[in-house]
């Protein structure tokens, strides 16, 4: 089996800063992307950032210039370095990855459990 977990989140006041760390561990051959989602109380979940096996990045707009993704393949983590943090990054945040458990299988995607970071004003 796959299992994703996450840790760093907390509790900070705005303009503060925060990383949130995700590591996958079990049967695993390769993992493609890996990304970060986050859900607000009320609110659908949303994509924050995402990065490629190859190191390439992408992030939402509300994030951009205050956000960083990162991975290390070694240790098959992801991370996410949250600066500048506003009260409207409140919310969980999940880690998502394609992981290929076997060669020659299909990749699938796994979820972590969450982590909660609440932003004070």
């Known amino acids: 089996q796959v299992q994703l977990v996450e840790s760093g989140g907390g509790l900070v006041q705005a303009g503060g800063s925060l990383r949130l760390s995700c590591s996958a561990s079990g049967s695993i051959f390769s993992i493609n992307g890996m990304d970060w989602y986050r859900q607000a109380p009320g609110k659908q979940r949303e994509l924050v950032a995402v990065i490629s096996s190859g190191g390439n990045t992408n992030y939402a707009d509300s994030v951009k210039g205050r956000f960083t993704i990162s991975r290390d393949n070694a240790k098959n983590t992801v991370y996410l370095q949250m600066n500048s943090l506003k009260p409207e990054d409140t919310g969980v945040y999940y880690c998502?990855?394609?992981?290929?458990?076997?060669?020659?299988?299909?990749?699938?995607?796994?979820w972590g459990q969450g982590t909660q970071v609440t932003v004070s004003s």
């Open positions: 998502n990855a394609l992981i290929v458990r076997l060669m020659g299988l299909p990749p699938r995607d796994y």
